[in-house]
Nanobody, 114 residues
Framework: QVQLVESGGGLVQPGGSRRLSCAAS????????MGWYRQYPGEVRELVAGITKSGFTNYGDSVQGRFPISRDNTNNALYLKMNNLKPEDGAVYYC????????WGQGIQVTVSS
């Protein structure tokens, strides 16, 4: 099993920045890809950004160029630096890890509002 714990969410003003962190523990040796997803009320989760163990990244169209993803394999951590935040970026953000199955964190709220 893999446990994922997100941190760094909260309220931020439009145009501001925030960094999300995800700490992984448990059977982390089995983790390959990791990523961030977000979910709006009543909708399915959508990919925000993904990163392979070797560092290859991919991004959702709406965050391309604004939300760089990174990971620290030594410290079993995943990050999402959210820049130039827009009101429509407000959502619950989930950390995801792929091992023998997909693992999810509990989710963390990000609200973008003045």
């Amino acid at each position: 099993q893999v446990q994922l714990v997100e941190s760094g969410g909260g309220l931020v003003q439009p145009g501001g920045s925030r960094r999300l962190s995800c700490a992984a523990s448990g059977s982390i040796y089995a983790i390959t890809d990791m990523g961030w997803y977000r979910q709006y009320p009543g909708e399915v989760r959508e990919l925000v950004a993904g990163i392979t163990k070797s560092g290859f990244t991919n991004y959702g169209d709406s965050v391309q160029g604004r939300f760089p993803i990174s990971r620290d394999n030594t410290n079993n951590a995943l990050y999402l630096k959210m820049n130039n935040l827009k009101p429509e970026d407000g959502a619950v953000y989930y950390c995801n890890a792929v091992g023998r199955q997909h693992y999810w964190g509990q989710g963390i709220q990000v609200t973008v509002s003045s």
